[in-house]
C-alpha cells in the first residue's frame, strides 16, 4: 500500500482477489463470523479503493475485475459498519477501565 500507482499488483490481478474475498465474505457468513474474517472485506475494499482513487486506468480495470456489483457495495457497507462499531465498542472499553 506503499505505491498504490505501481502497476505490478494490478497487473497481477489484485483486484480480482479482493473481489472474491468479498465474494466470499457475501456467501459464506460462517465464514466470516470465524476469527477475525469479519475485517477481511473491509480491507479488501480498503486495497480496492487505494488502487482507484489515484489512477483512471486502474479503476477501469477494477470494474472490469466486477469489485462494483450491487452485492459488493452492500457488503462493503455492512463492512465499514461493522468495524467502526467495533473501533467505537474498543474505545468505550478503554475509556471504562481508564475512568473506573
Same mark, same amino acid.
Given at each position: 500500500?506503499?505505491?498504490? /500507482?505501481?502497476?505490478? &499488483?494490478? @497487473?497481477?490481478? *489484485?483486484?480480482?482477489?479482493?473481489?472474491?474475498?468479498?465474494? %466470499?465474505? #457475501?456467501?459464506?457468513?460462517?465464514?466470516?463470523?470465524?476469527?477475525?474474517?469479519?475485517?477481511?472485506?473491509?480491507?479488501?475494499?480498503?486495497?480496492?479503493?487505494?488502487?482507484?482513487? /489515484?489512477?483512471?486506468? &486502474?479503476? @477501469?480495470?477494477? *470494474?472490469?475485475?466486477?469489485?462494483?456489483?450491487?452485492?459488493? %457495495?452492500? #457488503?462493503?457497507?455492512?463492512?465499514?459498519?461493522?468495524?467502526?462499531?467495533?473501533?467505537?465498542?474498543?474505545?468505550?472499553?478503554?475509556?471504562?477501565?481508564?475512568?473506573?
Amino acid at each position: 500500500m506503499a505505491y498504490p /500507482n505501481d502497476p505490478e &499488483f494490478v @497487473e497481477l490481478g *489484485v483486484f480480482e482477489c479482493m473481489a472474491q474475498l468479498i465474494w %466470499k465474505g #457475501i456467501q459464506n457468513p460462517h465464514w466470516l463470523a470465524q476469527d477475525q474474517n469479519i475485517y477481511i472485506p473491509y480491507y479488501a475494499a480498503h486495497i480496492i479503493g487505494s488502487y482507484t482513487m /489515484n489512477m483512471e486506468t &486502474f479503476a @477501469e480495470e477494477a *470494474v472490469r475485475a466486477g469489485t462494483t456489483t450491487d452485492g459488493m %457495495k452492500s #457488503i462493503v457497507c455492512i463492512s465499514i459498519f461493522f468495524f467502526f462499531f467495533l473501533f467505537a465498542y474498543r474505545i468505550v472499553v478503554v475509556f471504562a477501565h481508564a475512568y473506573l
